[in-house]
């Protein structure tokens, strides 16, 4: 179609401007005025040289959008990108945006989802108290709108050592892996995220001192909880999944089940003296032994004891090393620990604590707190 070319018109509707000149810009039709006939000419001109070099489509093209449209397409070009694809990604994240969901729901679905894959409960324990914290943590968020940044600035955040931090960051791709695939999100930011470093240091115990303090600041529902944890090293699942009827007083066992093993394997967990002294004064003959507000419980009594950063498996870490120092037997403490290797063992927990400190925390009971802090002081 021939092109209609852009021409001078006189104009007679004002007492300054003598001149117009109609064009279109937009795609809207414009009307510019001139006070004189070298002016509109002028402007003219340079609408139609415009007009036959990039056609009507191009003259038509406001100048602002080209200039956007190089500068986009500049920085786009050491990615090998075009501006349709920076466009389709764009409008994909707002509309995963839009169906989005909170981080509370979605940890709510993944475990519901999870449930019904016959995922086993340690499994959704794990779930439910791990994302339980990225929830609280990113609460009324949409999942669509966290990113890396985000997510790492968080879990350097978490007051655990580093192979926690780690565990958290699994359960995190994880949990982004589910809303992608849900259309939630249209990447995963987790997988992006720093891993931390695990160093092979020994690990983190309690002193003496602080495990008196946390004892005596117990209230009797979490009392059995860090009790058992301390004296008999049980695992944190084994602790969540125990039950009153296994532990027997009679024997002075603690029976752990295959199913409730993390190694699927049976094993009965010898009932020290003071052990016994603690759990006699709240003991049941059956239901959990974990009560079901342990969080808060558990870190009102941490802070009662003073205890500002928590070691990383501070319970079982803490049996593990006092028991090393105390029994001098690497094999025993294997056992009662579940571990297949006494070797690893003794490679992981000799030589943590001096014997005289051991022994003072063996003799740990509820009336013993002073005794035990002069125990210290002596060795």
């Not at 086993?120 to 994302?131: N, Q, T, Y």
């Not at 192979?163 to 930011?189: D, E, K, S």
């Not at 009560?291 to 079982?316: H, S």
């Amino acid at each position: 179609m021939r092109k209609r070319k852009i021409t001078v018109r006189k104009y007679t509707g004002h007492p300054k401007y003598r001149f117009t000149v109609n064009y279109r810009e937009a795609g809207k039709r414009k009307r510019a005025f001139f006070e004189t006939k070298n002016e509109a000419d002028t402007f003219a001109l340079n609408r139609n040289i415009e007009l036959k070099n990039a056609g009507r489509e191009g003259a038509e093209f406001p100048t602002w959008l080209r200039v956007m449209a190089q500068n986009a397409v500049e920085q786009l070009q050491p990615f090998g990108k075009t501006i349709a694809d920076a466009v389709t990604d764009y409008v994909a994240r707002l509309k995963a945006s839009e169906r989005s969901c909170t981080a509370e729901q979605l940890v709510k679905e993944l475990l519901a989802a999870k449930k019904a894959d016959g995922i086993g409960e340690r499994h959704l324990r794990d779930i439910r108290c791990r994302l339980g914290v990225f929830a609280e943590k990113f609460d009324g968020q949409m999942v669509g709108t966290i990113t890396r940044k985000d997510i790492d600035d968080w879990l350097r955040s978490i007051p655990f050592g580093a192979q926690t931090r780690n565990h958290y960051r699994a359960l995190t791709v994880l949990a982004f892996n589910f809303a992608v695939r849900q259309g939630y999100a249209t990447a995963n930011p987790a997988m992006g995220a720093a891993k931390a470093k695990v160093v092979g240091e020994a690990p983190s115990i309690l002193s003496v001192t602080q495990a008196a303090r946390l004892l005596e600041a117990a209230s009797p529902d979490v009392l059995p909880y860090i009790a058992i944890g301390l004296f008999a090293g049980l695992r944190r699942a084994e602790l969540q999944r125990l039950d009153w009827s296994e532990v027997d007083f009679e024997s002075g066992l603690i029976k752990v089940t295959a199913q409730k093993s993390k190694t699927a394997q049976k094993r009965y967990v010898t009932m020290q003296p003071n052990l016994r002294e603690w759990l006699l004064p709240v003991r049941k003959i059956k239901g959990k032994i974990t009560p079901d507000d342990f969080n808060k419980q558990f870190v009102q009594a941490r802070e009662d004891a003073g205890i500002a950063e928590w070691p990383d498996n501070a319970l079982r870490h803490s049996f593990a090393s006092y028991h090393m120092a105390h029994f001098n037997n690497a094999a025993s403490t294997a056992l009662e620990l579940g571990h297949h290797d006494s070797r690893v063992t003794f490679a992981h927990y000799r030589e943590l604590v001096r014997p005289a400190t051991a022994k003072a925390y063996w003799q740990i009971t509820p009336e013993s707190e002073e005794k035990v802090v002069q125990l210290v002081a002596q060795g």
